[in-house]
């Protein structure tokens, strides 16, 4: 595991199912199409996977926008799927859809709830290599996020959302969850600049509240290898719970002192630990 606080180096000890094919390839951030991006690296004679990336609730895609210039710039085909936080079983199968369009070996990658998501659309694709999570769920069978985040404490999040209660066409209702704007920056991105996260917080995708409490039904990184940026800061999930499933999947493990957006505050050490895990697995 690699410890690290303020960004250095410390210690060093080792949804929907129905989703259209036109919103799966919209969804694609920067990299254009799915195959365009592994056809112009495999014309270029690269062997490297293409990298897609899964956000979690109260984000978008352009919460990878950081990690996704850096990936470029070392050459990676990149893809940032539009995750529909519906729940874990309709986004998984939304996301396969990406990963069907996607020709060759492929590293996923799961931010908070996007770790539900690529731990289930991934279970028995062969052509993902690895999975990476960062400061996200690894559940297992039977676990739903809303029951890890309780299992140990820390978690600020109950009192920083925001439900909204809507009817659905059926005549059911059904609650999406907000994180409150004025509670955003301290709650969800604390070490993300203030005007930076004021847009976050704008732009915030809501999850079904239903989402957080489906149990998941399958567990990629049983069999596929796994690596995980765990958040000491964070006040979403809280660091006991991260470290527990982190441990618990014998993930390749770097900790580092930053909140639940480490992707927006830290995006080359997430960018190094995907590219970390491109490169052992492609050997």
């Known amino acids: 595991m690699v410890s690290i606080k303020g960004g250095r180096k410390r210690v060093v000890t080792v949804a929907a199912a129905t989703l259209t094919a036109g919103l799966a390839l919209g969804a694609f951030a920067l990299g254009g199409t799915a195959n365009g991006a592994t ?51 309709s986004d998984a199968a939304a996301l396969r859809t990406v990963l069907d369009h996607i020709e060759g070996p492929k590293i996923l990658v799961g931010h908070s709830y996007g770790g539900d998501v690529i731990s289930e659309a991934a279970t028995g694709d062969a052509d993902v290599k690895a999975l990476v999570y960062v400061a996200a769920f690894l559940p297992a069978p039977g676990e739903s996020a809303l029951e890890l985040t309780g299992k140990y404490p820390g978690s600020t999040l109950p009192d920083a959302l925001d439900p909204v209660t809507f009817t659905q066409p059926d005549g059911s209702t059904a ?7 004025d509670s955003f920056h301290h709650q969800f991105a604390a070490d993300v ?13 809501p999850i079904a509240q239903s989402a957080l409490e489906e149990k998941a039904t399958s567990a990629a990184w049983q069999t596929t290898p796994s690596w995980d940026v765990v958040t000491t800061q964070d006040l979403n999930i809280p660091v006991a719970v991260q470290r527990f499933m ?34 052992a697995t492609s050997r």
């Open 246 to 279: 982190a441990a618990r999947a014998h993930a390749h493990t770097t900790e580092v002192a930053a909140s639940h957006s480490v992707a927006v505050s830290h995006p080359k050490l997430v960018a190094d630990v995907i590219e970390q895990a491109a490169r």
């Open 175 to 181: 609650t999406d969850l907000y994180i409150r704007q």
């Open 39 to 89: 056809g112009n690296a495999a014309r270029a004679g690269h062997a490297k996977p293409t990298i897609v990336l899964e956000h979690g609730a109260f984000a978008d895609g352009s919460s990878w926008n950081g990690v996704v210039t850096a990936l470029r710039a070392d050459g990676y085909p990149v893809v940032a799927a539009a995750n529909p936080l519906r729940g874990p079983a």
């Open 193 to 205: 600049p203030a005007r930076q996260a004021a847009l976050m917080a704008a732009e915030q995708r």
